[in-house]
């Protein structure tokens, strides 16, 4: 995942993790993905994917806010990936944007090059507008709308990434109709989780039902993640099976089949999902952008050398490697993994540190889901269409 603008950003979300890495650069004005490192970037990917011996390349932009830059600078990154992608290797690009910025040109430029773009929407007006806010404390709701609409109209490929939090964490049902309604087939649903930390995030005091230590006040709690998955699942089983598309549920059937891949939160080890930031910094994951996990300069070091070090694969095996005694022993263990090491901060059943902070959200959902998964994955086993499974 590429940062080309790094962590510059045209509004100012409350529960951001990204905003405060402009402290990762002191010395920075630009913000800018040089014509040097955008190079060497396109160059290595291309190169490490193909001998990794994937079929395709990926380019993920991320941010901050990556339509800032103008559509000048993917032109210059398409036009990269035309010189360096050998004849025949299907080159993919995916943009994760607030909408707020597309306008026809846009809309033209991403349809006429495929280009698969994410768009936040948090819920209705209300629930969104609750922490997307620019700085001056104004909404960003019906910019976004004007964006989502402006993608459709132009048949860009899109889907809906959801974060769950403090305002929307109990209301999945309606969060799900309302996204259903907008005409999103695909979403995603992220949890918002943190303390206070090296990134600056303000820790308060967390409520006493939960587990763990403090957490901000956006974070979602526990249990309204794990509602708001189970409330996700009965609505969208009901009728939508095959016709829209959850991530976690896709990832979950995946696993229930014993197929490979997936999200990374609940694969056995991490590793490969590496940021790249616009100074052409490379760090183990998005969410471990700080100095100490940052593993060289991609216009110094191929890529794939920073990929494949001692030093990224320890950090891959952490993973696996702390898993608590309760996860250890969990029946749900090749499904859940223990998730993501971001959340590890709460306390197991027999009070051992770093257990999952989401462990009862995740419990909840596989006893409520489990039963209506291995329906649908014995389905389809047997060739047949994971919908006939409410039948
Ligand atoms: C950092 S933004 C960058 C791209 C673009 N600006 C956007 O908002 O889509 C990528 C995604 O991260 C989500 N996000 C922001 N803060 C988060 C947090 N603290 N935990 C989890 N996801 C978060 C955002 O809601 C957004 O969907
Ligand atoms: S729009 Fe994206 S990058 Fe900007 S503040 Fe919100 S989540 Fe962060
Ligand atoms: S640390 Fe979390 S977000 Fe990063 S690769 Fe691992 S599971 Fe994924
Ligand atoms: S459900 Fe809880 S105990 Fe089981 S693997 Fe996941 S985090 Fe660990």
Redesign the pocket.
């Known amino acids: 995942m590429a940062k080309p603008i790094g962590p510059r ?1 045209n509004i100012a ?1 409350r ?4 905003l405060g890495k402009e402290k990762l650069f002191p010395e920075e004005k630009k913000f800018r993905m040089s014509d040097e490192v955008l190079e060497a970037y396109t160059r290595h990917l291309i190169h490490a994917s193909l001998a990794a011996g994937m079929g395709e390349v990926t380019f993920a932009w ?5 339509t800032m830059l103008g559509l000048d600078f993917y032109a210059k990154a398409l036009a990269l990936q035309r010189k360096h992608a050998p004849a025949g290797v299907t080159v993919t690009n995916v943009l ?3 909408g707020m910025l597309l306008d026809d040109d846009w809309g033209r430029f991403l349809h006429d090059n495929g280009v698969l773009v ?3 929407i ?1 819920g209705p007006k209300q629930v969104h507008d609750r922490y ?1 806010l620019d700085r001056a404390g104004r909404p960003s709701f019906d910019a976004v709308m004007r964006g989502l609409d402006l993608l459709q109209r132009h048949g860009v490929a899109h889907n809906a ?3 769950v939090h403090r305002a929307n964490g109990g209301k999945g049902r309606e969060v799900y109709r309302f996204l259903k309604g907008l005409g999103i087939e695909h979403m995603q649903f ?3 989780a ?1 303390r206070g930390g090296p990134d600056g995030l303000a820790a308060v005091p967390q409520v006493d039902s939960d587990p763990g230590p403090p957490v901000t006040d956006w974070s979602v709690r526990p249990r309204a993640y794990g509602k708001f998955l189970c409330d996700v699942f009965d609505t969208w089983i009901k009728r939508d099976v095959g016709r829209i598309f959850v991530q976690h549920f896709d990832a979950m059937l995946g696993k229930w089949l014993g197929r490979p891949g997936g999200l990374c939160v609940f694969a056995e080890t991490c590793g490969d999902g590496l940021a790249l930031e616009h100074d052409g910094s490379l760090y183990s994951c998005d969410h471990y952008v700080f100095p100490e996990y940052r593993l060289g300069r991609i216009t110094d070091t191929p890529l794939d050398q920073m990929l494949w070090t001692d030093r990224q694969t320890a950090f891959g095996q952490h993973k696996r490697d702390s898993l608590t005694a309760q996860c250890r022993g969990c029946a749900f263990r090749a499904a859940c993994n223990g998730g993501c090491p971001k959340h590890r901060f709460a306390t197991s059943r027999s009070g051992e540190g770093g257990h999952n902070y989401f462990c009862e959200s995740y419990t909840m959902f596989f006893h409520h889901a489990g039963q209506r998964l291995s329906d649908m994955a014995r389905l389809v086993a047997s060739g047949r269409s994971a919908a006939e499974v409410l039948a």
């Open positions: 950003c979300c529960y951001c993790y990204y991320q941010g901050g806010e990556p994760q944007t607030n994410g768009i936040s948090d997307r990434l959801t974060t992220i949890p918002i943190e």
